[in-house]
């Protein structure tokens, strides 16, 4: 699962697409539940997997990045090639995305720090800008 968003200036047009860069969730169920975030192919939006209705004693963290790295000058400096809102993968800037958001893969290479053994939880939700508070309606 991907997500893509930007706004146009007025916000009025959201614009969607799969290209990087990119948070991606990536869920894989049946017997064992596995999930992670990826921060592989860049950062566009935070986005956290978590657990549900799993067996007492099982290891089913929340994982993912609730913290908006594009609001961050040290991990998405303005003219980082990419587009406005994202941030672009690579060298340095996946040592920042982990510092940031340990419990997110940031390399093709890279695990969570967090122990998974999650057999079965009744529902994983993808939860986009968990930290994000809900915007006023601002009426004239």
Same mark, same amino acid.
């Given at each position: 699962?991907?997500?893509?968003?930007?706004?146009? %200036?007025?916000?009025?047009?959201c614009?969607?697409?799969?290209? !990087?860069? #990119? *948070?991606? =969730?990536?869920?894989?169920?049946?017997?064992?539940?596995?999930?992670?975030?990826?921060?592989v192919?860049?950062?566009?939006?935070?986005?956290?997997?978590?657990?549900?209705?799993?067996?007492?004693?099982?290891?089913?963290?929340?994982?993912?990045?609730?913290?908006?790295?594009?609001?961050?000058?040290?991990?998405?400096? %303005?003219?980082?090639?990419?587009?406005?809102?994202?941030?672009? !993968?690579? #060298? *340095?800037? =996946?040592?920042?995305?982990?510092?940031?958001?340990?419990?997110?893969?940031?390399?093709?290479?890279?695990?969570?720090?967090?122990?998974?053994?999650?057999?079965?939880p009744?529902?994983?939700?993808?939860?986009?800008?968990?930290?994000?508070?809900a915007?006023?309606?601002?009426?004239?």
């Amino acid at each position: 699962m991907a997500w893509r968003a930007a706004t146009t %200036a007025a916000l009025r047009q959201c614009e969607t697409g799969n290209a !990087p860069p #990119g *948070t991606v =969730a990536q869920v894989s169920v049946g017997g064992l539940a596995v999930y992670s975030v990826s921060l592989v192919d860049g950062f566009n939006v935070p986005m956290v997997v978590t657990p549900h209705d799993f067996a007492a004693g099982a290891q089913c963290p929340t994982l993912g990045c609730a913290v908006d790295l594009t609001q961050d000058q040290e991990c998405c400096p %303005a003219g980082a090639g990419a587009p406005q809102g994202s941030c672009g !993968p690579g #060298g *340095t800037q =996946a040592a920042l995305f982990k510092a940031k958001c340990p419990d997110t893969r940031t390399t093709s290479t890279d695990i969570e720090a967090t122990p998974q053994d999650c057999i079965a939880p009744g529902e994983l939700k993808v939860v986009f800008c968990p930290a994000r508070t809900a915007r006023p309606v601002v009426t004239s």
